[in-house]
């Protein structure tokens, strides 16, 4: 503990270095008073006094006490107090005492930080209590209305029945708003920790959605799924995350913040929906393929009777019964994409022989255009024979669709690199505008251009084709260019890797 010497006052080399200090006054330990010994010219500033008013005076003359807190420990008497009693240097990190503009003469709220070292005499006894003090209401400010900013956002989020949540990575760290733990079916107040809520998702959804969705969100910066959770009272729910990935300063992806909202209902709607279509569907099927039946009859039994008209008309019934039934059984398909309702029947088959049959059952439906494949070496593939025949036959009809009649339509197929075989489809037909490109795979999407709103079509084709591919573990892209055509392509595992 620093001792002051009995001259220390009169030293004038002292009272030079004291009064250039930074915040600091020196006050005697002769309680109650507390004179002010030194004042330095930083601590006359920032409390807006002027020395020849401050030495001599008592302490509490010139900075009057609070007297509504009595309870406060932290206030300048108790602190010197203590000091004096204990001898040791007493350090308060923050206390609030307001301090009058000169200029206005109004009183402002400041925050301080101060420490009060006690300064024994030559006798042993507490002489002096040296107070420093930092003005650090900029700091303090600034914390606040951090704290306020951000529980406007918990509000607003809050209101609109969004969680927050905060995630490091490696997740060594998750923190969340109070919200997710009523998202998540538990009483508010609950403490949850990251294990316990991936346990309430559903088993089926942890691999192909939660572990998926992380990978994605580490090489793409976005985290986005739809999944389903138990509560704790074993009702299934719905929830949406949304997140972003933060990069440290080496790039590297260190935390992930976002929010997850209940679509319980819209989904219960959605689902409903599918019930809906899939009932509906499986209605038409019953009758079309009875009325094909018929009119397949109808063809053989009249083939000979000489009528041009009549041949004519039975084949083009045909081929509307035929346009009608694919698109009977892609809703139907539609309406089982709920995760766990698309049930893949995998079989090992030749991808080039299955490709032949698509374009032969093309062929048939439509003559008006050249349909040429380019087979490469064949190759097996593990697959949904019926589901990938279902896309190959939508990406040849699309071709035909959106290009000009007597046109040609190429089909590829090869090796991609050593462990898949590519698919393509190339037509030269209106091709898709880049913007379009990436939401054409969406469900119900359909390019929005007036010259194409005679085709006729739903917008669910190359949703299906996508979902299908992706479930075998495969990639379905476009290149395309508006006027020039489009190359829509799939990728599948070979079937022996
Ligand atoms: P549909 O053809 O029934 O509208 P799809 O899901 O098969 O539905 O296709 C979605 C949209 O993508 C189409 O509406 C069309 O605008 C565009 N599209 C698909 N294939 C092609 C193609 N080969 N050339 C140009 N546009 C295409």
Redesign the pocket.
């Known amino acids: 503990m620093p001792v002051a010497s009995d001259d220390i006052l009169t030293d004038g080399l002292f009272k030079v270095l004291f009064e250039k200090s930074p915040g600091s006054i020196l006050v005697k330990a002769d309680l109650p008073v507390f004179t002010i010994a030194a004042v330095s010219d930083a601590y006359l500033q920032i409390t807006s006094v002027k020395r020849e008013k401050v030495i001599g005076k008592s302490f509490f003359d010139v900075f009057p006490e609070d007297k509504d807190n009595p309870d406060d420990e932290n206030t300048a008497r108790k602190v010197f107090t203590r000091a004096i009693d204990t001898g040791d240097k007493i350090d308060v990190p923050v206390y609030r005492y307001d301090i009058r503009n000169p200029r206005t003469g109004k009183f402002e709220e400041h925050y301080w930080s101060c420490s009060n070292t006690p300064i024994r005499g030559a006798g042993n006894s507490v002489e002096y209590i040296l107070n420093t003090v930092v003005d650090i209401s900029g700091e303090v400010k600034a914390k606040e209305a951090a704290i306020e900013s951000e529980n406007r956002l918990l509000l607003a989020a809050e209101a609109t029945g969004l969680a927050i949540w905060d995630l490091a990575i490696p997740p060594t760290h998750f923190s969340y708003s109070p919200q997710l733990v009523t998202l998540f079916g538990h009483q508010p107040g609950t403490r949850i920790s990251l294990s316990s809520l991936r346990n309430q998702v559903h088993p089926d959804d942890v691999p192909n959605i939660l572990v998926r969705s992380y990978q994605e969100a580490l090489e793409g910066g976005q985290y986005d799924y739809e999944a389903r959770i138990f509560w704790p009272d074993n009702s299934l729910h719905w929830i949406r995350m949304k997140g972003v990935v933060l990069y440290n300063n080496k790039k590297r992806p260190h935390r992930m913040l976002g929010t997850v909202v209940d679509i319980t209902e819209s989904k219960r709607d959605d689902i409903r929906k599918n019930d809906f279509i899939a009932m509906a569907s499986h209605e038409l099927k019953t009758p079309l393929t009875s009325l094909k039946a018929y009119v397949q009859l109808l063809e053989t039994k009249l083939s000979d009777a000489g009528d041009p008209f009549i041949k004519t008309a039975l084949s083009k019934s045909l081929n509307q019964v035929n346009k009608m039934t694919a698109l009977v059984h892609s809703f139907l398909d539609l309406s089982r994409l709920e995760p766990g309702k698309l049930q893949l029947k995998r079989s090992v088959f030749d991808i080039n022989k299955m490709i032949e049959e698509c374009i032969n059952d093309s062929r048939m439906i439509t003559g008006s255009h050249a349909l040429v494949f380019k087979p490469g070496d064949p190759q097996n593939v593990n697959a949904d024979r019926e589901k990938i025949g279902q896309v190959v036959s939508?990406?040849i009809s699309?071709?035909i669709?959106?290009?000009p009649k007597g046109s040609t339509v190429t089909i590829t197929s090869g090796i991609a690199d050593k462990d898949c075989v590519e698919v393509s489809?190339a037509?030269h037909?209106?091709?898709?505008k880049a913007k379009?490109q990436e939401k054409?795979?969406q469900r119900f999407?359909?390019?929005d251009?007036d010259d194409?709103k005679h085709?006729?079509?739903?917008?669910?084709?190359?949703?299906?084709?996508n979902e299908i591919i992706q479930r075998h573990k495969g990639k379905l892209w476009?290149k395309?260019a508006p006027n020039k055509?489009?190359i829509?392509s799939f990728s599948l595992p070979l079937a022996n890797v």
Not at 455 to 465: A, E, P, Q
């Open positions: 939508n990406l699309n071709a669709k959106y290009s489809v037509d037909g209106i091709g898709i379009d054409i795979f999407f359909r390019v251009d194409k085709i006729s079509g739903f917008g669910i084709g190359l949703y299906l084709s476009v395309s055509g489009s829509f």
